[in-house]
C-alpha cells in the first residue's frame, strides 16, 4: 500500500505536467508523479550534485550528448581500442546489474537487464521469443551494441539486422 502526502508545485512545474497529461503522456498528476519518482530511484538521482554540474549513476557520470554527436565520436575509436571502448562501457554497466542483484546467468533475468539498458538511453531494448533482442533506436553502432550485449549477457550473438532504426541479434546457445 503506497503512502498519502501532500505536496505543493510550484506553478511552472505543475504548468509543465499539465501540459504532460494534456498531451496524453500521463492520464493523471499521481501517474507523472509515480514515473519521475522510479526513475529518481533507478538513476539514484539523489545522489547527484545538481549544483555543480556532476551527475552520476554508481560508477558512470551522465550527461547529455547529441546523439550524432555520440555516433561520430564513436568513428574516432580505432578498430583495436573498440574492445577496451566496450569493456569501459560494460564496467560501468554490471555495477548496476549487482546493484538490482540481476545476473545474465538467470534467464527470468534477462528482460530486466534489456530494461535496465533501455532505461539508460542505450535504445530500446526487447526480447523476443527468448533468444531473439532487437533493439530500436540503437544510440551506438549495431556493432558495439552486439559486443556491449555479448560482454553483459555473457553469451555470443549473431547479427540478424543491422540498420540505423534497429538491430536484430540471435543469442546463440
Given at each position: 500500500m503506497g503512502k498519502l502526502t501532500t505536496v505543493e508545485l510550484d506553478d511552472d512545474i505543475m504548468e509543465y505536467i499539465n501540459l504532460s497529461i494534456k498531451k496524453g503522456k500521463f492520464r493523471h498528476l499521481k501517474e507523472f508523479v509515480n514515473y519521475c519518482l522510479k526513475l529518481a530511484t533507478i538513476y539514484t538521482?539523489?545522489?547527484?550534485?545538481?549544483?555543480?554540474?556532476?551527475f552520476y549513476i554508481h560508477p558512470c557520470r551522465v550527461t547529455l550528448i547529441p546523439s550524432d554527436a555520440l555516433s561520430s565520436l564513436m568513428k574516432y575509436i580505432p578498430e583495436k581500442s573498440r574492445s577496451e571502448a566496450i569493456e569501459a562501457m560494460s564496467s560501468c554497466l554490471k555495477p548496476r546489474l549487482r546493484?538490482?542483484?540481476?545476473?545474465?546467468?538467470?534467464?527470468?533475468?534477462?528482460?530486466?537487464?534489456?530494461?535496465?539498458?533501455?532505461?539508460?538511453?542505450?535504445?530500446?531494448?526487447?526480447?523476443?521469443?527468448?533468444?531473439?533482442?532487437?533493439?530500436?533506436?540503437?544510440?551506438?553502432?549495431?556493432?558495439?551494441?552486439?559486443?556491449?550485449?555479448?560482454?553483459?549477457?555473457?553469451?555470443?550473438?549473431?547479427?540478424?539486422?543491422?540498420?540505423k532504426a534497429a538491430c536484430i541479434f540471435k543469442i546463440l546457445k
Open positions: 538521482i539523489d545522489e547527484w550534485d545538481v549544483d555543480k554540474g556532476m546493484f538490482f542483484r540481476l545476473s545474465p546467468r538467470n534467464p527470468e533475468h534477462i528482460p530486466k537487464i534489456l530494461e535496465l539498458l533501455t532505461l539508460h538511453g542505450l535504445g530500446r531494448f526487447t526480447l523476443h521469443d527468448n533468444e531473439t533482442i532487437e533493439v530500436s533506436y540503437p544510440v551506438l553502432p549495431g556493432e558495439i551494441v552486439k559486443e556491449l550485449l555479448e560482454s553483459l549477457l555473457e553469451v555470443k550473438m549473431e547479427v540478424l539486422e543491422a540498420t
